[in-house]
Antibody
């Protein structure tokens, strides 16, 4: 059974940093692109970043470029999101998602999410 | 403001059929496949439709998708109370080089 479990969320002050983790199991982690998708309270979904199987390609939404870094450790079946210079507008539930890129770029499995709150 | 445009809400009676629209542009829907996600209250999103009109394993055939030009639609037939959820369309955007979502549509089964 595919499982994605996020951790690392919490309350952080504006300008602060946080590192999210996603533990994957039930599939060959190193064979898949992975993504982070976020959802602000009461708002819609927003794709944040993704990373290729070997980490050689990474893409970000414009609003987080230069502040967030996506990475992975295939030996540990883990995905990470380092978030620096956090702003109030980064407050959201952050989901880890497995990304398929055959017929379409889609997210076929999602974690339960971890809440990040940026506030003083 | 979301890149893809969806109606904020739709409602219909049980056992009826409802459609949810999703409008985009040539850089996203017009040139790439559309996927739909269902998000039940308090839950993570779930893939509902992919590649415009394909159903993942385990998804009820009461759900169907279609696309024409730069617009797509999700149809749900035989509405049930458990279909009450938020529905999101999504597609790759060639100009933004990333996945873009619609703002979401809240379905109420009357």
């Amino acid at each position: 059974e595919v499982q994605l479990v996020e951790s690392g969320g919490g309350l952080v002050q504006p300008g602060g940093s946080l590192r999210l983790s996603c533990a994957a199991s039930g599939f060959t982690f190193s064979s898949y692109w992975m993504s982070w998708v976020r959802q602000a309270p009461g708002k819609g979904l927003e794709w944040v970043a993704n990373i290729k199987q070997d980490g050689s390609e990474k893409y970000y939404v414009d609003s987080v470029k230069g502040r967030f870094t996506i990475s992975r450790d295939n030996a540990k079946n883990s995905l990470y999101l380092q978030m620096n210079s956090l702003r109030a507008e980064d407050t959201a539930v952050y989901y880890c998602a497995r990304e398929l890129r055959d017929y379409s770029n889609r997210f076929d499995y999602w974690g339960q999410g971890t809440l990040v709150t940026v506030s003083s | 403001q979301s890149v893809l445009t969806q109606p904020p809400s739709v409602s219909e009676a049980p056992r009826q059929r409802v459609t949810i629209s999703c409008s985009g542009s040539s850089s996203n829907i017009g040139n790439n496949a559309v996927n739909w996600y269902q998000q039940l209250p308090g839950k993570a999103p779930k893939l509902l439709i992919y590649y415009d009109d394909l159903l993942p394993s385990g998804v009820s055939d009461r759900f169907s998708g279609s696309k024409s030009g730069t617009s797509a639609s999700l149809a749900i037939s035989g509405l049930q109370s458990e279909d009450e959820a938020d529905y999101y369309c999504a597609a790759w955007d060639d100009r933004l080089n990333g996945v873009v979502f619609g703002g979401g549509t809240k379905l109420t089964v009357l």
